[in-house]
C-alpha cells in the first residue's frame, strides 16, 4: 500500500510546482520582450558631426535598425566610429530604452594646418588626415605646412614626419602662432619656423608646444640687445643658441645665451655655436 503523501510534503510539491510555473511565464514574458518591437533600434540620432555624414557616422558604428538594444555594444561602437572616420577623434553612444533610440554624440578633429606642395594647397586636420584640397591659402588662420618629397591625397593620411607635426599643433593655442609663415618639416625630428619678422627657429617636433611658446620671448631678448634676424635654435634645452644668417652654415657666432624666458641663462657660457 503506497504510503500517504504528509501534509508538509504536499505543500512542499505545490510550491515547487508554483516556481516552476512562474519561471516558465517569467521565460515566456522575457523572450516576448527581447522579441517586441519595443526593445528594438528605432531611432538614430547623430549629433556633433558638421563635415561627416550622419550615413557615414551610422554605418561606422555597426548599428542597425531593428537591432535589438539588448545588442547594442555602445563601446565598441563607438570605438569603430573612430577608427573607421578619421575626421572623429571622440565618439559617445547612449540608448534611451522607452523611445528606442540610439544616440550617438561624435566631436570632429580641427584643421590645423595648411599643407603647400606644387600642386596646391591641402587642409591638414589634428591626426594627419588631408581634409580637402583648396584654392589657396590666403587669409586662412592656419600656419602654412611644407616638407620636401611629401606628396598628399585627399582623404588619405599624410607622411608620418607631416602628421606628428599635425598632432603637435593641435595643443598650440592660434594665438601663439600669429606670425608663423611657414613651418618646414625637416624630416629629421624637427622643424624650420619661418616668421612674419625674417627670424628663423628650429624646434624638435617632439617639444613643438614649448618651444612655440619660447619663441617670442626669445626674439624679443635678442633684439633688445640689438642682434638682427637669424636662426635660433630651441632644439634641447637652453641656453638657446642664435646665429646670424652670415656666418651659416659652416662659422661660428659669440652671442648671449638665452633661457626659455628670453634672459640670460645662469651659468651658461656667452659662446654658442651656429646651427647649420
Known sequence: MPRQETT???????????????????FIGLVAVLESPLARVRHI????????????????????????LWEVNRKRAA???????????????????????VSIRVHERDVVAVYADPSGFYELMSNGYVYQKIPSAMGLPYPIV????????????????VSSVCRQLASVP????????????????????????????????????????????????????GYRPGLIDLTGSPPYRYTPFASLPNSNVKTPAV???????RGTSPNTTSHS
Open 146 to 161: 611644407t616638407a620636401q618629397d611629401s606628396k598628399l591625397s585627399v582623404h588619405g593620411m599624410a607622411p608620418a614626419a
Open 259 to 265: 633661457s626659455s624666458r628670453g634672459g640670460p641663462a
Open 79 to 101: 570605438s569603430d566610429i573612430v577608427a573607421k572616420v578619421p575626421m572623429v577623434d571622440h565618439a559617445a553612444i547612449s540608448v534611451s530604452w522607452p523611445s528606442g533610440t
Open 174 to 225: 592660434a594665438s601663439e602662432l600669429i606670425g608663423v609663415s611657414e613651418i618646414h618639416v625637416n624630416g629629421d625630428g624637427t622643424v624650420t619656423l619661418y616668421l612674419d619678422n625674417d627670424f628663423e627657429v628650429l624646434a624638435d617636433v617632439a617639444d613643438l608646444r614649448g618651444s612655440v611658446a619660447a619663441i617670442q620671448p626669445t626674439i624679443r631678448y635678442f633684439v633688445g640687445k
Open 8 to 26: 508538509q510534503e504536499r505543500e512542499r510539491r505545490k510550491a515547487r510546482n508554483r516556481r516552476i510555473v512562474v519561471s516558465f511565464f517569467a
Open 45 to 68: 540620432e547623430v549629433s556633433g558631426n558638421t563635415t561627416v555624414p550622419m550615413a557615414q557616422i551610422v554605418a561606422s558604428s555597426g548599428i542597425a535598425y531593428g537591432e535589438s
